[in-house]
Every structure is written in C-alpha cells, then in structure tokens.
Nanobody, 124 residues
Framework: VQLQASGGGLVQAGGSLRLSCAASGRTFSSYAIGWFRQAPGKEREFVASINRNGGSTNYADSVKGRFTISRDNIKNTVALQMNSLKPDDTAVYYC??????????????????WGQGTLVTVSS
C-alpha cells in the first residue's frame, strides 16, 4: 500500500487542521492506519491509530479529546481532525500502515509503509 499525507499548514494556537492520508491499492481496508509525528530534535511518536474497519481507535494521551481519527474505506482515506491545537503539536505528521496483524501497534518500528509527511506548525 502506498500512502500520501496532506493537509498540514500554519495555524494559531487554539485553531484546527484536518490531515488526510490517501492510500493507493485495492486492499486498503486490509490495513490498520496510524498517525505519527516528529518534532525537530525529537523521536517519532505515536499520535493515533484506527483499525481496519474503523471500529476501534487509539490515541496518545497528549492528543486525547482534541484529535479524532476516522477512515473511509470507499474513498481509501484516513483523516485526522485536530482541534484546540497547541504549539507543542508542531511537527511533521506521518501516516503509516503496519503489516496485517491481529492488533494495531503503537510502536513506529512495527509499521512497514509510510507516507511522506506533512508539516503542521502551531504558532503561539
């Protein structure tokens, strides 16, 4: 599966952005999808994930209640709605897919397919 993230940009603190991850391939519904982010000088960290049918989601504590992940298996897309953004949310955001597993991992090392990343900058 090939992934492409988009939707990043510059926003003021308290604002919102919606990221999109577009996937190619007819087997998109076979893959869970995760969003990760990497700030300058920091390690890549888990943000949110969604299972194959969209019935189960998981969030990092730092974004819980502010971010919402969803997917559309007809359009082959996964969205990350980000509200109440903070300067600490500034990072390059990546969407990724793990190989088919019985669970949805949160470790970046467990993900095999990565999009190119989209930059989110939150100004104070």
């Amino acid at each position: 599966v090939q992934l492409q993230a988009s939707g990043g940009g510059l926003v003021q603190a308290g604002g919102s952005l919606r990221l999109s991850c577009a996937a190619s391939g007819r087997t998109f519904s076979s893959y869970a999808i995760g969003w990760f982010r990497q700030a300058p000088g920091k390690e890549r960290e888990f943000v949110a994930s969604i299972n194959r049918n969209g019935g189960s989601t998981n969030y990092a504590d730092s974004v819980k209640g502010r971010f919402t992940i969803s997917r559309d298996n007809i359009k082959n897309t996964v969205a990350l709605q980000m509200n109440s953004l903070k300067p600490d949310d500034t990072a390059v955001y990546y969407c990724a897919a793990p190989p088919p597993l019985a669970f949805v991992p949160i470790a970046a090392s467990s993900y095999a397919y990565w999009g190119q990343g989209t930059l989110v900058t939150v100004s104070s």
